[in-house]
């Protein structure tokens, strides 16, 4: 079946008692508008949404439809590995600079679960150049986690402009 909207949430009242398959997501899928997936009970599912998604991304808990056996097919998405950035003294000036580098970057940014903590997804080069940051006291962890869509502060999303010359 072809999945063309998102019809609601899970904690909608119209899909609580109903059964569940996931269709997992990788985050950086979450803004793509095309999908071929297989659910995890096995079904195949198409998805194929409007421009929309490229500003609201998918989000886990995000209902494509019900099947015919009246299970409702649910957006999940999977844990990955994150940099947890604790600032010591979480001040506008560090805040901004660390919220900046992130963003400079076109990596998503959420606020952490502790005050001052930002979470932005992990590779090399970002831990090295948050590691490399001048005048601005951090703890920087790696660990894998879902991403809180709740918190996101940012997203990966068209940046509009061009780091060229010309």
């Known amino acids: 079946m072809i999945y063309t909207k998102i019809l609601g949430k899970l904690s909608d009242a119209v899909f ?11 985050w950086h899928e979450t803004y793509s508008k095309l ?17 929309s998604i490229l500003k609201t991304g998918i989000k886990p808990g995000d209902v494509f439809g019900v099947d015919a056996d009246d299970t409702v097919i649910a957006a999940d ?3 990955t590995d994150v940099l947890s950035v604790k600032l ?6 560090s805040t901004s600079k660390v919220a900046y ?3 400079n970057c076109h990596a998503p940014l959420f606020a952490g679960k502790e005050e001052g903590e930002l979470i932005t997804i992990f590779t090399e080069p970002m831990q090295k150049l948050l ?6 006291s951090l703890k920087i962890e790696k660990r894998n986690e879902k991403l809180d869509f709740s918190k996101q502060i940012s997203s990966i999303v068209g940046h509009g402009h061009s780091h060229g010359g010309h």
């Open 131 to 136: 590691e490399g940051l001048h005048g601005i």
């Open 77 to 79: 998405v999977l844990a």
């Open 35 to 51: 999908h071929r997936k297989t659910s995890r009970a096995g079904r195949d599912i198409a998805i194929s949404l409007d421009d």
């Open 88 to 93: 010591d003294n979480p001040d506008f000036f």
């Open 101 to 103: 580098e992130i963003g």
């Open 16 to 26: 609580e008692s109903k059964p569940v398959d996931y269709v997992d997501f990788d």
